[in-house]
């Protein structure tokens, strides 16, 4: 296998795109364009251990294992402005590369808010840039206010409170993280908040940011101010695609993200998507998702990879969608997805720092969502991947309660 590939995008994905390429054997040119000038590094810790300062930057490889074992040409601090499909080429604001394959895995850029004014204070949290700027801020006794209180906005409270900073967090709906684990389980985790010293104020946006060359307070919809050190906007992300506009790739009308078919393959010939960027039908849940998290943009670039070299052996993405997040050192995680008819919570409870939740539909479960229950998160994932019901979830959350029952005692 020869040509010449593209990959757009030098982050997880990216990166994970060009290794599938190589192992599915394929042996022509392979440019891999980056926006940063950092090599592809691990995105998670950038909100907890790396904002804490007790780690550095995680690089997944070096330049030289790029460039000699994969063989890679980096073109890293390089933007993509278009592609001319018509032609097969993409444009960037330094060059022009031709591609036979392109693989377009440029993830998610953060969402703002119209009128935020430039003041120094008010940031966005995404790349290694911009949590060496919140590490500058957060120190002991700022006063940080975070508007949004999904898993990044969590995140980053968590670690301000470790800090010594003081948290308070916003968000404009009733309850957070609704769309990623249903109304009953965002509103347990979001009382995570106030039982860890951190102030949680919902149904309340910022209507003014006041300040003169740097942010001192906030005026919020509820009528009370708020003095503000830092403020960090963590509304979430929107796909990175507008330099994909004008070249008559299929993107989705609600955010922009580049619509795939089951083989992470675009309308364009020879082009494929992969990561948050991208919107595809997932054939495990039967349903067409966008997901923004580490484990889809490593699982399905690799395929997406191996596609993109392999046109006549295409192989579908299917998954169970895996996430995890850390607040006040609880491990959150989930698995499938929230839309369900029902919502149960099947052991344990938010006060007891540890439950299992199950979401079901007509008998079949095809969601989970645990706190601090490490053990079981896989092993419910399993049983959402083999269609199965809630009566085979309850055998795998009681018997690893009885396991940890002690002898001569009750589950």
């Known amino acids: 296998m020869s040509g010449q590939l593209v990959v757009v995008g030098a982050s997880l994905a990216g990166l994970r795109a060009v290794e599938a390429a190589r192992k599915a054997g394929f042996d022509g040119a392979i440019t891999l364009i980056g926006a940063e000038t950092h090599l592809p590094y691990d995105r998670p810790p950038l909100s907890k251990r790396y904002l804490l300062g007790e780690v550095d930057a995680d690089v997944y490889r070096t ?36 591609y036979d394959s392109l693989i377009i895995a440029t993830g998610a850029a953060p969402r703002t808010i119209p009128g935020v004014p430039d003041l120094a204070g008010i940031v966005t949290l995404r790349s290694i840039g911009d949590a060496d700027r919140l590490r500058e801020l957060v120190v002991p006794g700022a006063r940080v206010v975070i508007l949004g209180a999904g898993f990044i906005g969590s995140e980053i409270a968590s670690s301000a409170k470790k800090l010594g900073a003081h948290a308070t967090v916003l968000d404009g709906a009733p309850v957070p993280l609704v769309r990623a684990v249903g109304e009953e389980i965002g509103g347990a985790l979001a009382s995570l908040h106030p ?26 919809s509820n009528g009370e101010v708020l003095p503000a050190d830092v403020v ?25 993200g580049v619509v795939c078919d089951e083989h992470m393959q675009t309308s364009l010939p020879g082009v494929f998507a992969a990561g948050d960027v991208a919107h595809w039908p997932n054939r495990a849940l039967g349903l067409t998702m966008r997901l923004e998290n580490w484990t889809n943009a490593a699982d399905q670039a690799a395929v997406a990879g191996r596609n993109a070299v392999t046109p006549d052996s295409l192989a579908p993405y299917a998954t169970v969608p895996y996430f995890w997040s850390d607040w006040y050192e609880q491990r959150i995680q989930f698995v499938g997805t929230a839309t369900a008819d029902s919502v149960e919570i099947v052991a344990g409870s938010v006060d007891d720092t540890r439950f299992v939740a199950l979401f079901v539909t007509d008998d079949r479960v095809v969601g989970a969502a645990t706190l601090n229950e490490p053990r079981k998160i896989m092993k419910l994932r399993r049983v959402i991947a083999d269609g199965a019901g809630r009566e085979a979830a309850l055998e795998i959350v009681n018997g690893a309660a009885r396991a940890r029952t002690p002898e001569g005692a009750t589950a």
Do not use: K
């Open 63 to 98: 330049e030289d294992a790029l460039r000699e074992e994969l063989g890679v040409e980096l073109r890293l601090g390089e933007r993509a402005i278009a592609l001319r499909a018509e032609d097969r080429v993409v444009v960037t604001d330094r060059d022009e590369y031709r």
């Open 195 to 220: 039982a860890n010293g951190t102030r949680l104020i919902l149904g309340t946006v910022i209507e003014e940011f006041v300040g003169d060359d740097a942010i001192r307070e906030v005026r919020l």
């Open 232 to 256: 960090v906007i963590g509304i979430g992300a929107a796909p990175a695609t507008g330099w994909l506009r004008d070249s008559g790739i299929d993107l989705d009308a609600r955010d922009g």
